[in-house]
Every structure is written in structure tokens, then in C-alpha cells.
């Protein structure tokens, strides 16, 4: 039997029927072609699913799509604003903070909710917040410069706080 | 020729833009009209007989297709998997690797049906419901266990489980004779596994009315995936195109080769009439995808009282799994690099291949080099340690210094400065502050550690007279280069970029070569359709040395013929026209100039010399006249806790050098991504198998602790520059520089470490259980 499931994704509404036990990182693949979400893994490790849902940072193969219903979700393709990359995006790039790709939206969507919630973190707190995350080809070091990078373009705690959030989610 | 703007600088990568805003372009984000997804129906034993299977239940379920067995596959795949000579020509058992289990299955996860159905959960669903009847055989696990005589096999009706034995240099007793101390020790090369962020996965396409198959798949080496895969399967191989992904999520190795699912999904194509799609899971991963390492390494290290290195005997057994890899053997450089850098009397080394009812290994990361610099950077440690010699000093005293060197084995180093990168090493680690420290701190109970790994490695495969007879086929490689008519110019390469920047690296090399800019260059990989006939992949950090020199060399044909076409425009002798910066002037009359795209230009319309033809494009293969050398200078910091057995890794400092640099800021990104995973294997990862139910007990990343961003040290990097004389470029190759090296140094701190109870030498991983255990009873 299927549920009728209604998510805004980006800013943008979506209605699916969708089969209660599909997994919500399917459901933005396979149903509204959002690819950039990817999956490393099937045990909630590695972290590449991540996107964030009402603002909070989620490994959304952890998540139902039926569980989504009515919730505002967020994921790789809404983060560039009008042909301009996010500063984390940014960031990720012009540190070298990646290199086969795979993991990287995953990471910049849970560095987006972690700058949310601390926008000057240190050295250690990123790495703790990034520990949800598995790369495989960079040993991390350039992604926590990235995240390092990103919090001093935001304005890290000079910012206000309404407006960090805005950047993290990718709303207005 | 006097331009390099491009070559050396930090050049931001233009893959960036589209990897860090979600449109990449990996295989699981591609579906076809009618695609259907496959889901394969793998043994849950080591090592059984399969009395039966029923498919009813399957083949009712809803939305499924087709359910294919053996029987289905038995007459659409001739032979079965390849297995390379790699170092080992001769074998003394090869089973066939069929890609889908008959009668018996040999390892857990062995194909045994797939299932093809119109939703992917839905294939998952009717797989469960695939019933097979199995009668367990005993699984042979252990590999010294399985060595002895009567052990049972790994495969039935098998004389015994030796896939290989090969001795490349004897034992010469008298010249161990002539060391004054000899140390035996054995040292474990656990199980890894590779872990590409993204699994495997593939879409077949084969085409009934055209004959033609598409084969997108997660692959380094889209060539020899058409040439095994499209043969095997009775298609030639102008009807085959395979693209490598287009994007591909990391490999390290695990993607270097044909796997049964591949032949599975292109033969399921053929008989249900749909494309077919297989995405990996990383739980099936764990078991479909090959491991690294799984060695045993006994040594005997001889040498003199004042640390002279005279004899090193080593013996590598490798748990090849129950099929030899298809560059299994590849491993097996390790003991033809046992010596490392340093000048021996002798060295003597046999391999032997052991068959288990496991996953097959194949390469990972640094495959055998990784495994010779551990144990030689252990064997000149434990010397020090017994004759009371600091590790640096005993480095030094025993480096090769002259250049070429020709190893024990007749490999010729073509070029470096051992003591070079470890002097710089030393001193930005403060190395004799921290021998201070370490004092100090043993006084008040704290066990500071300090390891050195002053590595080598063989790379740049590889020169066709060495690497034909191995492989099978000569790992050269090719590149095409196209100037189109307004002079934006495409470049077409056999090798295969799944995170190293070659979209980058490659650009700016041609980019200089022709002089122009570096935006107007398109680079093309991964494609079999598009470029040069043949190309021959990424691994063994061959890209640069071999498929960039390549581009330089079609690039320079391309500037050989608009040369030639300057000289008749500008009427002047070809020996008269300079080619600089994109620009052809003739000589002494800057002013008589033609820049590149106006040659381009003409090159497509009338007019040209008497016998041109109109064009200007190149085809090249580079064959390198030697494998290329890369070396350098790790040091890791540690304390040990000796009431936890916790290992904190404080430092690491790695100098090394890649010959000439193309862009720094990539070469460092492979570096330290390199150094994480030999950090990872050095105090994290093991997979684990029972040696008595065969079942593996890491099957999950749950089980297997890939480091996260906690685990990563703070890193300092630095470099020498010692360019290599094999190819113009001067470059040596940095992809598995960071893994070779890691391990040796991290353990060596270990070592150090725990030495004041009395500990010689420590195993992978350095896990607190393990060092907990060796303290504790080092201390009673």
C-alpha cells in the first residue's frame, strides 16, 4: 500500500505515493532526480547521504520517506544560489578539499548544519562534527580547512544569526 | 621551446565545480527506458556443495522479470576471469573463475543467481526469496594451516591449496655468515579492505537489433573491461563501448579489473532485452570486491656490529582467496623491493601463493610496495635495536648514494637522494628534541615513540619489455590530441582519472606544450568510444609518467606539423620558425608571426604544402624506457598508553619526492589521503574472518573501523626535488607514495615506543587490545 508523501525539497513542493518502507535517500534519487545525495554504505556509517531536514543535519538512508511528510528538506543541488557555489561549496574547492567527489556532498551539507549551529568552531570541533562523514581519498585534512575556510568567509561569530542559518539551509 | 606557466602551478581543479554542487555523474545516477535492476543471490558459505536450487517463489514475485543461474550463463561466457602473470609467470594452480558458482561455492559471496526486476527493491526482495540447498564442505581459512599436507581444499577435488611457489633469488648462507647479528622475525600483513567510497556498480545496454553493447561500469580501466568482458561474452570488440563511469567514487585499486558481475550483467542484458543495472551495496562490497594485503612475511636480517647491512632473506605468503586475482600476483613486487633503499650483499626471496575459501586479494593501494617498505623499514629498525645504533644512523650508513642503482634483483632506481629528504624530514621533525623528550618522558612513565620510513617504490608502469611479458599485454599508453578548426583543442587520454585530477594536470600539461591557454583545452577519459584505440588505465601511479608523457608527445606532433605549415605560410624554412608560447615566428622577424589558432585554421582549408593533408591531430603511445623511482623521508610521533595500550599519533611529518611537480597543490592531496590509508591499516583495519565457520565477522562497516576525521594526525608536509631522467617531464608519479611509506613509519613508532618493556615488534593493527596484551605481558 502506498502513502502519499508531500516534502519541500529546495524550496521547491513535491507530491509522491511512495511504499511506506522506502528509504527517504531513494526517494530524492530515484522519485525527484536529486543524484547528488549519494550512498556509501548500508549501515548509517558513512555519512555521504546526508541533507539536512528542518535545518538539522540527517543521514537521510536513516529516514523513511513517509517520515518526511511536511518536513522542509535541503540537499546538494539547492546549496549554489542563482550560478553562485555556497561558500562552503566554495571552500571545498578552493582548498582541494576533495577528490573523487563521492563523499563531498554529504560533507558540505553536514559542515552547512555544523557552521549553523557553531559558526567559529576549532580545529577539534570540526573534527567532531565532521566524525558522522567517511572520505576515503583526502585524510581530511583539506576538508577541515575547508570548513576552516568556509567559517571565516560567513563571517563565522561576527554574522548574524538568522542569516547563518538562512546560508546553512539554503533558504531565503 | 622555454614556457612552463602552467606545469608547477597550484591550479584550482576544474572537476570541482560540478562534484561539489551534486552533479557528478556516478553510474547509480543513470537509468536507461526499460532498465531493469539486477540483484545477485550470493553463498552464505566459505565453502559448499550446492544440492539444489529453486527458483519458483523468485520468479513469481512481483515485478521480476527474469531469475538467471549457471545454467542460463554456461553457454554466453567463454572461459571465465583472467589472471595476469604479473610477477609470477608460472602458477602452479589457477582455478577458473567462472563469474557465477555451478556446483560448488568457494567463497561467502560468490554469485550463485541474480534476479532481474523492474524496481530495485523489488529484486532485492524476490532474491531472499531464491531458495538454494547447500551441503558445507570444510573452508580452508588459515593460510599456514592451509600450506600443510592433508589440509583440506579450498576447492574440491584439488591437489592442495599451493596457487604459487617461486624463489626470485636463493638463500646464500655464507654470506649471512659474514654478519656479526642476525634477527629473525615474522610480520603480518593483515586483510583490508579497499573501501572506494562508492561501491561497483554498472549499467548493461546491450542493443539485439545494432549487436552493440554500452556498458557504463565503476572502473580504472575501461579498455581492458571491453577487451575481457566484451570478448568473454562473444561480442567483438568494436561492438562494444564501456564508459568508466562517467564519474567514479575512488577505487584504490578494487576497480582494476573484470568482475563476474560485469560479464552477469552484460549476459542478462542480452537475454532479457532490457538494460540492466547493478549497484553494489557496501555490505556486499565487503565480500564482491577484492582485499588487499593478506601476507606473511618471515625475515632474517643480517648485518654487521657497526651497522653495515650485509643479507636479507625474506619468504611472502599470500592468502590469495579462493581465485587468484586477476593482478594478484602483482603483489608479489614485494620481493623484488624487499631491499628497499638501501645497498645489501644479498638478498634472497620466495613467494608463495596459498589458496583459501575467502575473497580473492588483488591490488590495493601500493599492492607489494607497501609490504616491502614495512618489512625492510622493520628488519633495518631491528638491527638498530639490537646493535644499539640510532634509526636515522643506520638509514644513512646504508642508502644507496650512486644513481642509477641496480637493486639485487637487477631493478635499476633511476634516480635519488635518500639522505636528502631525510635530513630535511629530521629536522623539521626536531628529531633530536624529540629523542630528548622520549628520554625525559620514560623517566616519568610516559612512552613516546618515534619510527622513520625512508621508502622507495617502483612506478610509471611501464616499460613494454617488462611489463608485456607480465601483464600479458604492454602497459604503455596512449593519448590523442585534436585541434579543431577555431584552435580549442580536445585531448583524449587511456588513462582513467576516479579522483586523482588528471582533468586538471593533464589540461595544464598540455596546455604548455602547445601554448595555448589552458581554458581552451577539453579533457576526455574514461570513453573506449572516443580517443586512441587502446588505453590502458589508472593504477600504480602511472598516470603522469606514462599517460602524461604520452600527451606530450601527440602535443609535440601536433606542433611538428604546424610547424611545417607556419614555415609555408609565412614563407620561410621550416629550420628558421620559432615556436614560443603558442606562436610562430620566423627567426630574427618577430613581427612574421602566426599564433596557433590561425595555423589551426589553416590547417582545414586549401592551399597547404605539396603532400600535407589537411588536419592537424596526433595519435601517440608512450612506452617509458624505465619504471620511474619516487622516494622520501616519513616520521610519526606517538605516545603509547601502557594502562590502555591507546596509541596517540601526535605528528607526522612526510618529505617526499616525485621528481618534477605538475601541481603541488594536487600532488599534496594524494600524499596525505595516501598517508591516511597506511595510517588506517597501521592502527585501525583488519578484516576478520572465522577460521572455523569461514563466516566474516567484519562484514559491515559497523565491524571495520574506517578512520573518521578524529583519527587523522596533525601532518607536515615538505618535498626535495630530485627529477627523474626516464622521461622529459622529469616526473616520477605521488598516487601511492602516502600508503607505501605510512604504515613502516607509524609501527616503527610503535615500536619505539613500547621498546622499554622489552617489545621487538608490534602487528598490525596496532589496536589497544593488541598492544594492552603485549604490555601486560611484557611486564609480568
Avoid at chain 2, 615556436?579 to 589553416?602: C, L, N, T, W, Y
Amino acid at each position: 500500500m502506498k502513502h502519499k508523501v508531500a516534502t519541500t525539497v529546495n524550496g521547491r513542493r513535491y507530491e509522491h505515493e511512495v511504499e511506506p518502507r522506502l528509504l527517504l535517500v531513494h526517494h530524492l534519487r530515484d522519485n525527484l532526480g536529486l543524484t547528488g545525495t549519494h550512498i556509501g554504505c548500508d549501515t548509517s556509517q558513512c555519512g555521504a547521504c546526508t541533507i539536512l531536514v528542518d535545518g538539522m543535519a540527517v543521514k537521510s538512508c536513516t529516514m523513511f520517506a513517509v517520515q518526511a511528510e511536511g518536513r522542509s528538506l535541503a540537499t546538494i543541488e539547492g546549496m549554489a544560489r542563482d550560478g553562485e557555489l555556497h561558500p562552503i561549496q566554495q571552500a571545498f574547492w578552493d582548498e582541494h578539499g576533495l577528490q573523487c567527489g563521492y563523499c563531498t556532498p554529504g560533507f558540505i551539507m553536514a559542515a552547512a548544519y555544523l557552521l549553523a549551529t557553531n559558526p567559529n568552531p576549532t580545529e577539534d570541533e570540526i573534527r567532531k562534527g565532521l566524525e558522522g562523514n567517511l572520505c576515503r581519498c583526502t585524510g581530511y585534512v583539506n576538508i577541515v580547512k575547508a570548513v576552516q575556510t568556509a567559517a571565516r568567509t560567513m563571517g563565522g561569530a561576527k554574522a548574524p544569526a538568522e542569516k547563518k542559518a538562512a546560508m546553512a539551509t539554503g533558504g531565503e | 621551446m622555454a614556457i612552463t606557466t602552467m606545469i608547477g602551478a597550484k591550479i584550482h581543479r576544474r572537476e570541482d565545480p560540478r562534484l561539489v554542487s551534486g552533479h557528478g555523474r556516478y553510474v547509480d545516477d543513470m537509468t536507461r527506458p526499460g532498465m531493469l535492476h539486477m540483484n545477485v543471490v550470493r553463498s552464505p558459505y566459505a565453502h559448499a556443495k550446492i544440492r539444489s536450487i529453486d527458483l519458483a517463489a523468485a520468479k513469481a514475485a512481483p515485478g521480476v522479470q527474469a531469475v538467471y543461474t549457471y545454467a542460463d550463463f554456461k553457454d554466453h561466457i567463454a572461459g571465465g576471469l583472467p589472471v595476469s602473470n604479473s610477477f609470477v609467470a608460472e602458477k602452479k594452480q589457477v582455478p577458473n573463475q567462472f563469474p557465477i558458482a555451478h556446483d560448488e561455492v568457494v567463497y561467502q559471496g560468490e554469485p550463485v543467481a541474480v534476479v532481474l526486476a523492474e524496481e530495485r527493491y523489488q529484486a532485492a526482495d524476490a532474491a531472499q526469496l531464491v531458495e538454494v540447498e547447500y551441503d558445507q564442505l570444510p573452508a580452508v581459512m588459515n593460510i599456514e594451516k592451509a600450506m600443510e599436507k592433508g589440509s583440506p581444499t579450498a576447492h574440491i577435488g584439488a591437489p592442495d591449496n599451493i596457487g604459487w611457489e617461486l624463489t626470485y633469488a636463493p638463500e646464500n648462507p655464507d654470506v649471512m655468515k659474514e654478519a656479526d647479528v642476525v634477527v629473525k622475525e615474522r610480520i603480518l600483513q593483515q586483510r583490508l579492505f579497499p573501501i572506494a567510497m562508492e561501491g561497483r556498480g554498472l549499467v548493461a545496454d546491450y542493443d539485439n537489433y545494432d549487436k552493440r553493447l554500452t556498458l557504463w561500469t565503476s572502473s580504472q580501466v575501461p579498455h581492458f573491461i571491453r577487451l575481457f568482458v566484451g570478448t568473454a561474452c562473444g561480442l567483438a570488440e568494436s561492438q562494444v563501448r564501456v564508459i568508466a563511469g562517467p564519474d567514479v567514487g575512488g577505487a584504490f585499486g578494487s576497480k582494476l579489473r573484470p568482475y563476474p558481475e560485469e560479464y552477469l550483467a552484460v549476459v542478462s542484458s542480452k537475454l532479457s532485452g532490457h538494460p540492466v543495472k547493478w549497484i553494489e551495496g557496501r555490505t556486499e562490497n565487503l565480500v564482491a570486491t577484492t582485499h588487499g594485503r593478506g601476507q606473511i612475511f618471515d625475515i632474517e636480517v643480517g648485518a654487521k656490529k657497526d651497522g653495515t647491512l650485509v643479507a636479507l632473506n625474506v619468504t611472502q605468503y599470500i592468502d590469495l582467496g579462493a581465485y587468484q586475482g586477476v593482478f594478484g600476483a602483482f603483489q608479489a613486487v614485494a620481493c623484488l623491493l624487499a631491499g628497499g633503499a638501501y645497498r645489501w650483499k644479498h638478498v634472497a626471496s620466495r613467494t608463495v601463493g596459498v589458496l583459501t575459501n575467502k575473497t580473492s586479494t588483488d591490488p590495493y593501494r601500493g599492492a607489494g610496495r607497501p609490504e616491502a617498505t614495512h618489512l625492510v623499514e622493520r628488519a633495518v629498525d631491528l638491527i638498530a635495536d639490537k646493535i644499539g645504533m640510532d634509526p636515522a644512523e643506520i638509514r644513512r650508513k646504508n642508502f644507496a648514494t650512486e644513481f642509477p642503482f641496480t637493486n639485487n634483483f637487477g631493478l635499476v632506481y633511476d634516480s635519488g637522494d635518500y639522505n636528502g629528504s631525510l635530513d630535511k624530514a629530521l629536522k623539521i621533525a626536531g628529531y633530536d628534541q624529540l629523542r630528548r623528550e622520549q628520554a625525559e618522558g620514560r623517566k616519568h612513565g610516559r612512552y613516546l615513540g618515534i619510527g622513520l620510513s625512508t621508502w622507495i617504490e617502483i612506478c610509471g608502469l611501464g616499460p613494454s619489455a617488462a611489463t608485456a611479458p607480465a601483464a600479458g599485454v604492454a602497459l604503455v599508453e596512449s593519448s590523442q590530441v585534436r585541434v579543431l578548426p577555431t584552435g580549442s583543442v580536445t585531448v583524449y587520454v587511456g588513462t582513467h582519472s576516479h579522483g586523482q585530477s588528471h582533468d586538471t594536470t593533464f589540461a595544464q600539461i598540455a596546455a604548455d606544450t602547445l601554448g595555448v591557454p589552458y581554458e581552451s583545452i577539453e579533457l576526455r577519459h574514461g570513453d573506449t568510444a572516443e580517443g586512441p584505440a587502446m588505453g590502458y588505465g589508472t593504477y600504480g601511479s602511472r598516470s603522469v609518467a606514462v599517460g602524461g608523457m604520452s600527451i606530450r608527445k601527440s602535443c609535440l606532433k601536433v606542433v611538428d606539423k604546424a610547424k611545417k605549415l607556419a614555415a609555408h605560410i609565412l614563407e620561410a624554412s621550416e629550420e628558421d620558425i620559432v615556436f614560443d608560447q603558442g606562436r610562430f615566428h620566423v627567426k630574427g622577424s618577430p613581427d612574421k608571426v602566426k599564433a596557433f589558432g590561425e595555423i589551426a585554421f589553416a590547417s582545414y582549408g586549401a592551399g597547404l604544402p605539396e603532400g600535407m593533408e589537411q588536419g592537424l591531430e596526433a595519435v601517440s603511445y608512450f612506452d617509458p624506457p624505465n619504471f620511474t623511482w619516487p622516494f622520501g623521508a616519513h616520521v610519526a610521533v606517538v605516545e603509547v598508553d601502557p594502562d590502555t595500550g591507546g596509541v596517540d599519533l601526535r605528528k607526522y611529518i612526510a618529505v617526499d619526492d616525485c621528481g618534477n611537480v605538475i601541481n603541488p597543490m594536487i600532488v599534496e592531496g594524494q600524499i596525505v589521503g595516501g598517508i591516511a590509508q597506511g595510517i588506517a591499516q597501521a592502527l585501525y583495519e583488519e578484516v576478520v574472518y572465522d577460521d572455523d565457520s569461514g563466516q566474516l565477522r567484519t562484514g559491515t562497516l559497523t565491524d571495520y573501523l574506517v578512520p573518521t576525521a578524529n583519527e587523522m594526525p596533525e601532518m607536515v608536509l615538505d618535498n626535495t626535488l630530485t627529477p627523474s631522467p626516464t622521461n622529459e617531464l622529469g616526473v616520477k608519479g605521488i598516487g601511492e607514495a602516502g600508503t607505501i611509506a605510512a604504515s613502516a613509519a607509524v609501527i616503527n613508532a610503535v615500536v619505539d615506543a613500547v621498546s622499554p618493556f622489552g617489545i621487538k615488534h608490534v602487528d598490525m593493527p596496532a589496536s589497544p587490545d593488541r598492544l594492552w596484551k603485549m604490555i601486560k605481558e611484557a611486564r609480568n
